[in-house]
């Protein structure tokens, strides 16, 4: 079972497009191709849009440690060379790269607000440092995408079960709605920052987050294993 990483970019190339139209100019913040598995998944999701002519390229900014502060780094340096007029937002593959893109755009006042807008930026995933930051500015970080970790964990245990049961016809894939599946994958969600309250957690999206958080369709049942066996 894996969260759909192509959705986890797509729900956030989607709120870019909603804002600025097709045609946004973003830049992307990973670590190339072939560097770990989700980031290809999710890198797949960025070029159907781009051939589709749905965003552009600005260009690509490639922390050189999974860490906050060499995404930090080269976010500024790159940010340097870059007019604010010629980019309308930031997609980070990992938050903690996102918060590397955020600390960036706050320290540079050509991109933080003061010296025009504030550029938008938003991330894969989603912690509690990330919520701080969406609720102190949320005209920077815009936008989380992610799925509802509980939820996967019960998907996780359904199919467990099914199999132990062998009853592997019943085991469904939301990404795809079919079952008997081999592969179930979790499309994604966007949090939205506007959406979020003073008390909002990662515990507690789903009273804020779109319909694909948390949602019981997702689950595999049986006769004996009900979608709404915990939920009642």
Do not use: C
């Not at 849009?49 to 906050?68: C, F, H, M, N, R």
């Not at 509690?128 to 005209?139: A, G, S, Y």
């Not at 132990?164 to 079919?178: G, H, S, V, W």
């Amino acid at each position: 079972m894996f969260q759909q990483d192509k959705s986890l970019v797509t729900v956030l190339l989607d709120q870019m497009i909603e804002e600025y139209g097709e045609g946004v100019r973003l830049i992307k913040v990973w670590r190339g191709p072939n560097y770990n598995s989700p980031f290809d998944r999710r890198e797949v999701g960025w070029k159907e849009y781009e051939e589709a002519g749905k965003i552009k390229t600005v260009g690509e900014v490639q922390p050189l440690q999974d860490s906050v502060d060499s995404a930090n780094t080269v976010t500024a340096a790159y940010l340097q060379g870059v007019k604010r007029e010629d980019v309308d937002g930031i997609i980070a593959y990992y938050d903690m790269y996102g918060q590397g893109v955020y600390n960036a755009i706050i320290e540079n006042d050509n991109f933080n607000g003061k010296n025009g807008d504030a550029l938008p930026m938003a991330s894969v995933d989603i912690d509690p440092v990330d919520v701080t930051n969406m609720l102190t500015r949320p005209d920077i970080w815009s936008a989380a995408g992610t799925t509802d970790w509980t939820m996967n964990g019960e998907i996780g245990m359904r199919i467990l079960m099914l199999q132990l049961a062998d009853q592997y016809d019943k085991i469904y894939d939301p990404a795809t709605q079919k079952s008997g599946v081999d592969v179930v994958e979790v499309p994604g969600t966007a949090i939205k920052a506007d959406a979020l309250k003073e008390d909002s957690t990662v515990e507690n999206l789903g009273t804020i987050a779109g319909e694909t958080y948390g949602n019981l369709d997702y689950l595999s049942e049986a006769d004996w294993m009900p979608k709404d066996l915990i939920h009642k």
